[in-house]
């Protein structure tokens, strides 16, 4: 696979991506929270310049539970080492993937795309990968702090993580008070929106902070209680 792995069709890749990944989460190869030299590492040349959709997205989720297996595991050692792995395969993925989402005249082709795009940038955040937290930070910084009326426009596939991640990352450098401003100010525009969609993303965002104060008032409007416009 690492030498040529266009000798195998789409299917048979994502066959063997699934093949190895669940023996290693069966404790086959070596418990996963333990490995040092395994199979799973072994791939991610191969990941690196891998062309399709479908194992792209594939592998993401199966990031996504390494990453909840090592952290189970207190093991930090292998998640570093995993980050090392990642990196150099994230690169070229969301190269690759940006620009077919702008080229892509094809819905279908394109949702995909965006949606493996999506589960990328959320797999890269839970490794805490500087550029890609200071992607989604300066997003949020534009769409909500500066801004006067939301006039920027978060790319719509990164809309969900932008809105979340942001704000929680917002609250963790700033104080409570400067956290509840914008909290509030995308509370009002959660209001203004028409789009059901749109709405429910910045529902999730509004109910992400962990202030037990903001929390309670999120609560309060929830109930019945006005939604200031």
Not at 1 to 29: K, P, T
Not at 157 to 165: F, S
Not at 171 to 192: D, P, Y
Request: glycine share 4%; proline share 4%; hydrophobic share 40%.
């Amino acid at each position: 696979m690492n030498e040529n792995h266009l000798v195998y069709s789409e299917l048979d890749r994502l066959q063997f991506l699934d093949d190895i990944f669940a023996l290693a989460f069966a404790g086959y190869y070596q418990p996963i929270e333990k490995i040092t030299n395994n199979y799973i590492w072994k791939m991610f040349p191969y990941l690196a310049k891998e062309q399709s959709n479908f194992v792209h997205y594939r592998f993401a989720g199966y990031a996504s539970k390494i990453i909840s297996a090592c952290d189970n595991g207190n093991n930090g050692k292998n998640m570093a080492y995993f980050k090392e792995l990642f990196l150099p395969v994230l690169g070229p993925l969301m190269d690759r993937l940006g620009e077919k989402i702008e080229n892509s005249d094809d819905p279908n082709n394109l949702f995909r795309e965006q949606k493996v795009y999506s589960t990328l940038l959320s797999t890269a955040l839970k490794l805490e990968i500087p550029s890609i937290q200071n992607m989604v930070n300066d997003h949020f910084e534009n769409w909500a702090v500066t801004s006067n009326n939301f006039n920027y426009s978060v790319p719509s596939d990164l809309r969900n993580l932008v809105y979340v991640k942001g704000l929680q990352n917002y609250e963790k450098t700033h104080s409570e008070e400067e956290t509840f401003a914008i909290w509030l100010k995308v509370l009002k525009r959660m209001g203004q929106e028409n789009l059901l969609a749109e709405k429910l993303k910045l529902t999730k965002a509004l109910s992400s902070v962990e202030n037990p104060a903001i929390i309670e008032k999120f609560i309060k409007f929830t109930n019945g209680y006005f939604i200031p416009i």
